[in-house]
């Protein structure tokens, strides 16, 4: 039974940084990619950026190109955003996700899911 469990959310001001993680289980990804979302209050969940788990392509909403960071450890299974320069419009729950293909698509293509950790941003 394939798990993805979020952690590293919580209150952070203007300006600074948050680190979460994505651990997954149940079978090895090869093949998969794993991709964040985000979903703010009254608001549709939103793709953040992602990552090819078996040679680590990266991709990234225009909204956070140049201040979060995906990255991977393949011995972890974990799959880790780098948040920097946090804005209070990134304000929201942070999902990760996979899927068994290279493609990004839509949220309800996606395979497994976690089940989010809040990231709140003070101005």
């Known amino acids: 039974q394939v798990q993805l469990v979020e952690s590293g959310g919580g209150l952070v001001q203007a300006g600074g940084s948050l680190r979460l993680s994505c651990a997954a289980s149940?079978?090895?990804?090869?093949?998969?990619?794993m991709d964040w979302f985000r979903q703010a209050p009254g608001k549709e969940r939103e793709f953040v950026g992602g990552i090819i788990w078996s040679d680590g392509s990266t991709y990234y909403a225009t909204s956070v190109k140049g201040r979060f960071t995906i990255s991977r450890d393949n011995a972890k299974n974990t799959m880790y955003l780098q948040m920097n320069s946090l804005k209070p419009e990134d304000t929201a729950v942070y999902y990760c996700?996979?899927?068994?293909?290279?493609?990004?698509?839509?949220?309800?293509?996606?395979?497994?899911w976690g089940q989010g950790t809040q990231v709140t941003v003070s101005s």
């Open positions: 996700a996979a899927r068994l293909s290279l493609r990004q698509a839509t949220a309800s293509e996606y395979d497994y």
């Open positions: 149940g079978r090895t990804f090869g093949g998969y990619r």
